[in-house]
């Protein structure tokens, strides 16, 4: 299976304080890999930096083959790498309608967007409920449902998603798991930032561990969550 990411040797700082140090990482076309890591280990940097948000300082990422740390973002976008951010970040006085077509501003083939947007529907009935309604009034289940719809929108090839489960009840995570995982089984390809380590540990099939900016453990994640560090650190024992 070809890399459909490749971040090789990266390097990022904010001002002085280094954020990441030579980070390494693969994610295989049709795969969800994982990223796991404590409060302030790297984790959302390191997405930034594919999007694009953090520039990098030292090292390469290739995304299909072609390396795109010098890119501008919305070219990033363009591409087909798409971010869902943390923190619920929807157009708050904008209409869940609004923001679905903003994910879709750049596309110009009204009946992929149709068909797209039927989709998301599919996934997501909720957001369909509630069309004319403001986004910032919706829950935070439905805001990240809205926030994964909204990229969606975009046809993207590779999802970046971080920490899909903050702040969720435990029936809402399983939901939108359960959708993360059927979006990769119909083929889209997730590098996913978790907190919640069984969970991600569970739907991924690799996943990295960061530690102060830097790569501290890889694997298999079925063996990860075997291994006596990863479980008395991330897994609660």
């Known amino acids: 299976m070809a890399d459909l990411l490749e ?5 990022a700082a904010y001002g002085r304080i280094q954020a990441l140090s030579e980070v390494s990482l693969k994610v295989p076309e049709g795969a969800i890999v994982a990223l796991l890591g404590s409060n302030g280990a790297g984790k959302s940097t390191t997405l930034n930096t594919v999007s694009r948000l953090v520039p990098v300082t030292k090292g390469r990422i290739r995304f299909a083959g072609e390396e795109i740390q010098s890119w501008a973002s919305h070219k990033v976008v363009s591409a087909g790498v798409l971010q869902v951010p943390e923190g619920r970040e ?3 006085d904008m209409s869940v309608r609004e923001n679905l077509d903003m994910g879709a501003y750049r596309r110009s083939d009204a009946a992929g967007i149709r068909r797209d947007l039927d989709r998301v529907f599919e996934y997501f009935p909720k957001l369909k409920e509630r069309l004319q309604q403001k986004a910032g009034t ?3 289940g439905e805001q990240q449902m809205l926030l994964i719809g909204r990229a969606l929108m975009a046809g993207p090839r590779l999802l970046l998603l971080d920490e899909p489960s903050l702040g969720l009840s435990p029936l ?6 359960a959708i993360i995982e059927r979006l990769n089984r119909e083929g889209l390809t997730i590098l996913l930032v978790e907190q919640n380590a069984a969970i991600a540990l569970g739907c991924s099939t690799y996943a990295y561990i960061l530690e102060n900016g830097e790569m501290a453990l ?4 079925a063996k ?4 006596d560090s990863v479980r008395r650190t991330y897994l609660g024992g």
């Open 90 to 92: 929807v157009f708050r």
């Open 224 to 227: 990860l969550r075997q291994d």
């Open 7 to 11: 971040i090789d040797g990266i390097s």
């Open 218 to 221: 890889e694997g298999a994640s």
């Open 138 to 140: 919706l829950s935070g």
């Open 172 to 177: 809402l995570v399983q939901q939108i798991f």
